[in-house]
């Protein structure tokens, strides 16, 4: 692929390189889910040249390399974690200011905004420094809250909700979306021009998440560390706890297979909920098959625990989000059971183990079908790495976004003629 080039005269590292600010309205870096999306898309654009500056909130573990600025606590509640809740508001008034202080003094090229709060925030400072905006849409927002119970469907607050989505989805740009499903919804369901739209899929770092840089003594290791038996079969969820992600699907499916006497162990890794979904295992009698492991380290730990699967599962309920954690599953070359959704066809595509959405039974059918195939799970397992190899790797992403940065700073500059 031939790399592309950005004619900016007073980038400070050279013609090519750009000053770049992304708002992220969240506790970057969280080791989950969208955070993921932003970590690698900062790093694979500084391998590239330019100079990336995160704004976000003030909790959440620093990153070595990356330039991350963060907002103060709140002063009536330093302690308070990021969440749903009146609070929101004062942490997005202090991202807000944070923004536009960060942005007059490394004045960017361009503003890149996370979420919605961050293409809301990054409108005005794109605004004030006459530099386009890019909206990194990671899943419909009135969706997320549907997802999460806190507004009804059809009901005053969806609709508002919903108008507000659309003002957002209507300031940037360009917008990229991690799914084709997501460029639909943006066309359809909030009247974007396609023309503004790019289809950006979350990708893998397939150097990082490699089995081949696992050992067996490591594994053996991690084993007895989780209370794995040796010989166990281990089936591996890394993710968010939460019921629209399918954890309770996840643990009745695992019943189901305890019932049938199916010799295999659940490593369900991730937060939050951990200990109120491990109560529900062990309400379930799942306590000899189930570890919980609670928060994993994307960088140093992540790899080396999902080695341990020998099937992986995303049963994510959500039709609105993407789900990265598949492309994670298949840099290490796992076969993936998956509730049929489009996000999940559009990263696995003929190579993946669907299963209705829901269906519990089915989900513990796939997951034992795979379990007794060991031809089958090492050829799906070669196939999904090969297509997370050539169809999403972060450099090929970090070539495309630049040159949409090209794009958007070519017709500014039109613009201005």
């Known amino acids: 692929m031939a790399q592309t080039t950005v004619e900016i005269d007073n980038g400070p590292s050279g013609p090519d390189s750009l000053r770049i600010l992304m708002v992220a309205p969240t506790s970057f870096f969280g080791h989950y889910g969208g955070h993921i999306r932003i970590l690698e898309e ?17 909790k959440g573990q620093d990153v070595p390399g990356l330039s991350i600025e963060r907002t103060a606590p709140l002063p009536w509640r330093p302690e308070y974690e990021v969440g749903s809740s009146r609070h929101k508001l004062a942490f997005d008034a202090y991202l807000a200011h944070k923004v536009l202080q960060v942005g007059r003094r490394v004045r960017p090229h361009v503003v890149h905004g996370h979420m919605h709060e961050g293409a809301l925030l990054g409108a005005l400072l794109a605004r004030l420094q006459r530099a386009p905006l890019i909206f990194d849409f990671q899943g419909s927002l009135t969706g997320e809250m549907l997802d999460h119970r806190f507004i009804k469907p059809h009901s005053l607050g969806h609709r508002l909700w919903h108008r507000l989505e659309r003002f957002i989805c209507h300031l940037p740009q360009k917008i990229f979306t991690s799914s084709l499903q997501a460029r639909d919804l943006l ?12 289809p950006l899929p979350d990708c893998a770092d397939l150097d990082h998440f490699s089995a081949q840089k696992v050992t067996e003594q490591q594994k053996a290791r991690l084993r007895q560390r989780f209370g ?32 049938r006497d199916v010799d295999v162990h659940f490593l369900i890794m991730g937060y939050p909920n951990e200990d109120r979904y491990a109560a529900q295992a ?3 009698g799942l306590s000899d098959r189930v570890t919980f492991t609670g928060k994993v380290d994307y960088v140093k730990d992540a790899p080396q625990f999902l080695a341990l699967g020998d099937v992986a599962v995303s049963p994510k309920m959500s039709s609105s989000e993407g789900s990265g954690k598949v492309l994670n599953y298949m840099a290490m070359g ?36 795979l379990l007794q195939d060991r031809q089958r799970r090492c050829t799906l397992g070669e196939a999904l790495r090969q297509r997370a190899a050539t169809r999403f790797s972060w450099e090929a992403a970090a070539m495309q976004i ?16």
Request: charged share 25%; glycine share 8%.
């Open 42 to 58: 900062a790093r694979s654009l500084q391998e590239r040249g330019h100079e990336v500056t995160i704004v976000t909130y003030y």
């Open 187 to 198: 066309q359809n369901g909030f009247g974007v021009p396609p023309q503004r739209i790019v």
């Open 228 to 259: 794995i038996p040796p010989d166990r079969p281990v089936v591996a969820y890394l993710g968010l706890l939460a019921d629209y992600q399918g954890t309770p699907h996840l643990l009745r499916a695992a019943t189901r297979l305890k019932e």
């Open 282 to 284: 062990h309400n379930l």
């Open 334 to 369: 796992q076969p993936v059971v998956a509730f049929d959704s489009k996000v999940h066809r559009e990263y696995l595509g003929e190579d993946g183990v669907y299963v209705p959405s829901g269906d519990i039974e089915g989900l513990a059918q796939a997951i034992e079908a």
């Open 402 to 417: 630049e040159s949409v940065y090209a794009r958007v700073l070519r017709d500014a500059a039109t613009e201005l003629r």
